[in-house]
C-alpha cells in the first residue's frame, strides 16, 4: 500500500512539472525528459519476458491453426490452398488468430504442396520472414526468424 501511494505521487508530481512547464517548452521534449528515461531504465528484463509471453501464446495460436488444417485435411484429402478456407464456406475455426507481435495481422499460412504446409508469427524480432527462417530463442529473445511449424500429412491416402 505504501509503494502504490509513492507511485501515485510520483505520477502526480510528474503532471504537475508538465502542466507547469508545457507552456514554455516543446511538450514532446519535456515528456522524453522526464518520463521516458523513468520507463525505459531496468526494462530489459521487463521487455524479455513479454517477448516470451508473445512467444507462448503464438505458438497456442499456431497450433490452433495446424489443428484446423488437420480437420481440413481429414475431410478433403488436401490441405487448403489458403488461411481463409479454414474459416468458410465450412468453418474449421472460427477465425484465424491475430499474431501476438503485431495485432494488426494474422497468422501466416503457406501451403507448399498437397502435403505440406508452413503457419508462422513474425516473433520477436518483429520482421516477418514469411515462414522461411526459423526463430531460435538458444540463440537469445530478439534472435531472428519466425515462430514456425512445418507440417507434412501424416498418412497419405
Not at 11 to 20: K, P, Q, R, S, T
Not at 132 to 140: C, L
Amino acid at each position: 500500500m505504501k509503494n502504490l501511494a509513492i507511485v501515485i505521487g510520483v505520477v502526480i508530481l510528474l503532471a504537475i512539472f508538465y502542466m507547469l512547464w508545457s507552456k514554455t517548452l516543446d511538450k514532446p521534449t519535456v515528456v522524453e525528459r522526464t518520463v521516458t528515461p523513468l520507463a525505459i531504465r531496468g526494462n530489459d528484463n521487463v521487455r524479455k519476458t513479454i517477448a516470451r509471453q508473445k512467444e507462448k501464446e503464438a505458438e497456442g495460436n499456431l497450433q490452433k491453426v495446424v489443428d484446423a488444417a488437420e480437420a481440413y485435411w481429414v475431410e478433403n484429402n488436401r490441405y487448403p490452398e489458403k488461411d481463409l478456407d479454414l474459416t468458410t464456406p465450412v468453418a474449421y475455426i472460427k477465425e484465424i488468430p491475430k499474431d501476438p507481435f503485431t495485432q494488426d495481422n494474422v497468422i501466416g499460412f503457406k501451403k507448399k504442396d498437397k502435403h505440406n504446409f508452413t503457419v508462422w508469427s513474425i516473433g520477436p524480432d518483429l520482421k516477418d520472414d514469411i515462414g522461411d527462417v526459423a526463430y531460435d530463442p538458444s540463440n537469445g529473445v530478439f534472435s531472428d526468424g519466425d515462430i514456425l511449424i512445418n507440417r507434412k500429412a501424416q498418412a497419405i491416402r
